[in-house]
């Protein structure tokens, strides 16, 4: 099983992040063929129709089933994506042929907070070996999927392969980019990824508050702020570090400093890292919950 046009490609629980996820495999951004075909399963035949109409284009090459067909669905897929929620999977896992129908398959997971030992659990319901454990990948994509600019982070479990280690690097490449690293980091930096994006927003929203305050319309100002946000950001990887780069905007006497001293008064950056430990923790939780 190779990066080919041969692939066979399931997503269970196919909602934003999954059809973002499969409209890239369908159209890589390499120019092959991307995968030979994709089947895909929905809760609803509302969200059936919503995934044929974003992926017209390739309905050739594309199958949407609903969850009654889930078992269907994995038979003959050579890899199966678990897009699902994770408070679902059991009531997934419980349909029967279905943890039977993954065995031997390539298995990603984008449920938040499920470990590859959950992913092992699952599909052979604790009585696993080192020769009869699960080839899987664990993996956490940001929404920017949708515009394939995520930032998506991958680990696998022990004794995967890697040829499907390459697999998974591929699949989410086409939706950003994509960075292996140990599953023992993995929750803390899961929720950077998936949460930091969301924490900045509500800051975004919090200046966009302050414009309205002083009589300018929201929608006069919101570009001027994202934009600016975006390229003060792209200054970091070009080589500034955080810190010295807000030194370097904060010029004394001037506005930002005195910007920057109120959100040190009100805790912001202790208000930042306790959200994120917070998240972090909720994550290590939900394999066992």
């Known amino acids: 099983m190779g990066i080919n046009k041969e692939l066979r490609v399931t997503i269970i629980g196919c909602g934003t992040l999954g059809t973002a996820i499969a409209a890239g495999m369908l159209e890589p951004r390499s120019g092959d063929h991307g995968v030979k075909h994709l089947t895909v399963t929905v809760g609803t035949v509302p969200s059936k129709k919503r995934i044929e109409e974003t992926l017209q284009a390739n309905l050739q090459r594309l199958t949407v089933l609903t ?23 059991s009531e997934v896992f419980a349909v029967p042929g279905f943890k039977e129908g993954l065995r031997g398959k390539f298995i990603v997971s ?3 907070g499920i470990t590859t030992a959950e992913v092992d659990r699952l599909i052979l319901g604790g ?10 990948v664990r993996a956490m994509p940001n929404m920017a999927a949708k515009i394939r600019e995520a930032v998506t982070l991958y680990t696998s479990s022990v004794g995967t392969s890697k040829e499907n280690v390459e697999i998974a690097s591929w699949i989410f490449s086409q939706v950003g980019e994509a960075y292996e690293m140990p599953e023992g980091s993995f929750d803390i930096c899961a929720v950077l990824v998936g949460c930091a994006g969301s924490l900045l927003l509500l800051a975004i929203d919090g200046l966009l508050d302050a414009a309205v305050a002083e009589g300018v319309r929201r929608p006069e ?14 200054l970091v990887p070009a080589g500034d570090h955080p810190g010295v780069l807000r030194e370097k ?17 009100l805790g912001a950056r202790s208000a930042f890292t306790t959200a994120i430990l917070a998240a972090a923790a909720k994550s290590k939780s939900m394999s066992s919950s």
């Open 67 to 89: 969850k009654e067909e889930n078992v269907r669905a994995v038979q003959d897929a050579d890899v199966v994506l678990l897009a699902m929620k994770p408070i679902k999977r």
């Open 110 to 112: 984008i449920m938040a």
């Open 127 to 136: 009585q696993n070996s080192e020769k009869s454990s699960v080839q899987a």
């Open 221 to 234: 100002v919101q570009n001027l702020v994202v934009n600016s946000a975006i390229g003060m950001m792209r």
């Open 249 to 265: 905007i904060a010029s004394p006497g001037g506005c930002s400093i005195r910007a920057l001293l109120e959100l040190e008064k």
